[in-house]
């Protein structure tokens, strides 16, 4: 059974951090090429951070929105993904899930989702 549990949200001030993560189980977490999404309520779902297998060459994008602010990373030996976030915005407060793009072979990737944690930025 796929499972991705994101943990580490909460409620902060404007400028502060947390670092949220999601622990991975069931899936081909070092081959998968991992992302962290946030959406707002009336709003689509957009991603914030990517992070590729090493296999894949390890390379790491952010949106326009949050570089300089976070760090996305990974540790395959124990199948967890991070997002430190720091000088946190209003306009950060979101829900916050982990994605999975696992390979398939020659079958492209199958999508997996964590339930999201909620972060909450305001003064």
């Known amino acids: 059974q796929e499972q991705l549990v994101e943990s580490g949200g909460g409620s902060v001030q404007p400028g502060g951090s947390l670092r949220l993560s999601c622990e991975c189980s069931?899936?081909?977490?070092?081959?998968?090429?991992m992302s962290w999404y946030r959406q707002i309520p009336g709003k689509e779902r957009e991603v914030v951070a990517l992070i590729r297998s090493y296999g894949n060459g390890g390379a790491i994008i952010y949106a326009d929105s949050v570089k300089g602010r976070f760090i996305i990373s990974r540790d395959d030996t124990k199948d967890t993904l991070f997002l430190e976030m720091s000088n946190l915005k209003p306009e950060d407060t979101a829900v916050y899930y982990c994605h999975a793009a696992e390979p398939q072979g020659h079958f492209g990737t199958l999508d997996f989702w964590g339930r999201g944690t909620q972060v909450t930025v305001s003064s």
């Open positions: 069931g899936i081909l977490f070092s081959e998968s090429d």
